[in-house]
């Protein structure tokens, strides 16, 4: 397995990926930054401790990276089957399982990690930029950034299960539309922000969209024998 995702790093060359998120972070950072600020000056948004900030902040950058995932898995296994490149691959003395599963694990452990960096970039930069030019009456001390790092972890993991979600949608017809198209769709529920009822950090349900997307991912292991790659 490990064999295999070093050969899928090498296939796609992931600096996209890479430059891709750090433009993503930084956009992050200024959109929460205005949002918040005008929220304070016209009241839209109640922002009264930093846990509201943190909410926003892990909202924005995990409905973003399932969007980047639903790219991946466009890019790494919808477009093999459209381009039938699949069929080279299945070619290969190596299980089309393992084949499978190697490109999702890949996915999954991109996904985790981007999400979890990213949380930690915008949060360290918003709190920064908050010590100098003051967006919330408040001060985020160091003991509440690192409380956010602990807390970005269930999220991430539950947002990682969530983002394979549109892997059904993509292999129904083996549209890359379909796959970025229904990641909005999931993006819509898994991560609507709202001050009052927030289902971004309703973890039951968090966690009932991730299940799904691990059987979703299983599913398509498990029936990846029976692919014609048509």
Known sequence: MLQLLKLELKKFNLGWYLKGAIIANIVITAIVCCVIFISQREGDIPISTYQDVYVMIGASVR????????????????????????LIMFTYPVSRKKLIASKLTLIAFITLLTMMLSNIVVAGLFSIINVYFPIVPFTITANQYIGEVIN???????STGISLIPLYFGMRNHSVPATIGSSLLVVAIACAYNPAVSLVTFIPLQLGLAAVGVIIAYLGIRNIENEDAM
């Open 63 to 86: 409905a973003t990276f399932i969007v980047f995932a639903s790219v991946l898995i466009a890019k790494l296994v919808i477009e093999e089957y459209k381009n039938r490149t699949i």
């Open 152 to 158: 970005i972890v269930p999220f991430a993991i539950a």
